[in-house]
T-cell receptor, first 114, second 115 residues
Framework: DAGVTQSPTHLIKTRGQQVTLRCSPK?????VSWYQQALGQGPQFIFQ???????QRGNFPDRFSGHQFPNYSSELNVNALLLGDSALYLC?????????????FGPGTRLTVT | GDSVTQMEGPVTLSEEAFLTINCTYT??????LFWYVQYPGEGLQLLLK?????DKGSNKGFEATYRKETTSFHLEKGSVQVSDSAVYFC??????????????FGKGTTLSVSS
């Protein structure tokens, strides 16, 4: 049973560019969440997708957008990259029927903005 | 808004020592509480969870009890091993008040165990 997978593993971009990160959820999971983890900090919630709609959003600017596909996979897009966007981006999936809402995390994509 | 506060590290212990990492929370609804662990170079893994007051989560010798009266969820282990060296995150999901189930994390506590 494959867990949560993310691609790419590492990415280097220049300020002002746009980036797309991808995530495939764990089998049987239909809810996908994205988090940003700056170095030495805890993950910060960006947004969550369910049934191809954004269900909840954290305190991130509109430069951060996402999408969920019918097979439950998801993309995170960041426009007009800033140096401060350099971080580890984590994708997590969960089964909505789980009352405890345990989320399973992928290994992350390390984004470096120069 | 909801928040999690955990003790700052690093925490440095000798093997077989007792471990406590404090975690307190603020929430307006009915949160579920979690401890996640991040080993060097790896992603986040769920260590244990508790979904209602007085529940005790346990796994791999670690325990934490959901204390609503003190809004706390302290992580404990009776005898740590070198392999427990990692960053530990306390988190909550206040699912009762939200359309979604976002996790809110503390800043993390680095544990270093020496032999």
């Amino acid at each position: 049973d494959a867990g949560v997978t993310q691609s790419p593993t590492h990415l280097i971009k220049t300020r002002g560019q746009q980036v797309t990160l991808r995530c495939s959820p764990k089998s049987g999971h239909d809810t996908v969440s994205w988090y940003q983890q700056a170095l030495g900090q805890g993950p910060q919630f960006i947004f969550q997708y369910y049934e191809e709609e954004e269900r909840q959003r954290g305190n991130f600017p509109d430069r951060f957008s996402g999408h969920q596909f019918p097979n439950y996979s998801s993309e995170l897009n960041v426009n007009a990259l800033l140096l401060g966007d350099s971080a580890l981006y984590l994708c997590a999936s969960s089964p909505t029927r789980d009352r405890g809402y345990e989320q399973y995390f992928g290994p992350g994509t390390r984004l470096t903005v120069t | 808004g909801d928040s999690v506060t955990q003790m700052e590290g690093p925490v440095t212990l000798s093997e077989e020592a007792f471990l406590t990492i404090n975690c307190t929370y603020t929430a307006t609804g009915y949160p579920s509480l979690f401890w996640y662990v991040q080993y060097p170079g790896e992603g986040l893994q769920l260590l244990l969870k508790a979904t209602k007051a007085d529940d005790k989560g346990s796994n791999k010798g670690f325990e934490a009890t959901y204390r609503k009266e003190t809004t706390s969820f302290h992580l404990e282990k009776g005898s740590v091993q070198v392999s427990d060296s990692a960053v530990y995150f306390c988190a909550l999901s206040d699912w009762g008040n939200q359309a979604g189930t976002a996790l809110i994390f503390g800043k993390g506590t680095t544990l270093s165990v020496s032999s």
